[in-house]
Structures are given as C-alpha cells and as structure tokens.
C-alpha cells in the first residue's frame, strides 16, 4: 500500500496593493493586527468591523467581542487589540476594519482563505492526485502571476 505525502507550498505576493493581506488555510489561527496610529494601552474603546458580499457587522466593539456574531466562539482580542481568529473557514474571509473610539483613522485587514482539498475520485494508476483549490477573497481583482504554485524545490507549476 502506497503512502501519499502532499508537499504544497503557496508563495502569495500582490504587489501594489495598499493595506494589510493576510492568506491562510481554512483550519489556521488567524492574527489581524490594530494599528490605527500610536500604541494602544488599552482595547476599552476598539472595535473591529467586518465586511464581505452582502454581510456587514461589528464582530467586536468597546474591546468586547459581540456575543451575536457567529464567529463569536472562535474570536479574542489580543494585549495589543489584534483580533484572532481561531480555526478559520471560509466564511471568515473577507474585509476586518480596526477603529479606536472616535478616532478618524481606520486600519483594514483583508483576510483570504485557501482551502485545499483531494478530489472524490482517488489516485490515478501512475499515482497522480487531483486537487481541489479555492481561494475566498474579499477582493475580486487578482493581478496576473500573483499567485504562484512551486514544488518543493521552488520551481513553478
């Protein structure tokens, strides 16, 4: 019986993009980081909004992750007011909006979840494997070549 090991590595590099990107894979702990403009001693007057499609919603506000959200099992703020996503889906991708109290400057955080999934059918006689990809965005745009598949040696696929 033949054991089948999976390498993948994912090189993911959008250049020119303004703005915090962050991509994992569904299961990963997520850390999106608060940096709207000077140290922050305390989460007390934070939230973190969240956007994707037709779905908007504080998920954190005062320093108090909403109990109504339904990630609300999964998030925490850190000491330094990031959000942490445990065991992240699919669902968790989208647009996070950091803002402190009344402040005017807002930080975004643009999560991107890749899910990687063998095919029903199992592998080919020469032991090839299909595999499923998706990449949830929040974004629609992808830049030509800005997703790059490499073997284990770094060549490209």
Known sequence: ????????????????????????????????????????????????FYIRDDDSRWVVQNG???????????LSLSRNCSLIINNITAEDAGRYTCRLGGSRSNTDEYLNVLSISPSDVGPTEDGD????????RYVSY?????????D???THF
């Open 64 to 74: 108090i992750v909403l109990p109504i959200s339904p990630q609300a099992a999964r």
């Open 1 to 48: 019986m033949a054991v089948l090991e999976f390498i993948l590595i994912v090189l993911l590099q959008f250049e020119g993009v303004s703005g915090g990107r962050l991509y994992h894979r569904v299961g990963d702990d997520a850390v999106l980081p608060c940096s709207s403009g000077g140290s922050l001693s305390s989460c007390s007057g934070l939230g973190w």
């Open 142 to 150: 992808c830049p030509e070549n800005s997703l790059l598949w490499v």
């Open 152 to 154: 284990e040696t770094g």
């Open 129 to 136: 494997v299909t595999l499923h990809c998706s990449l949830r």
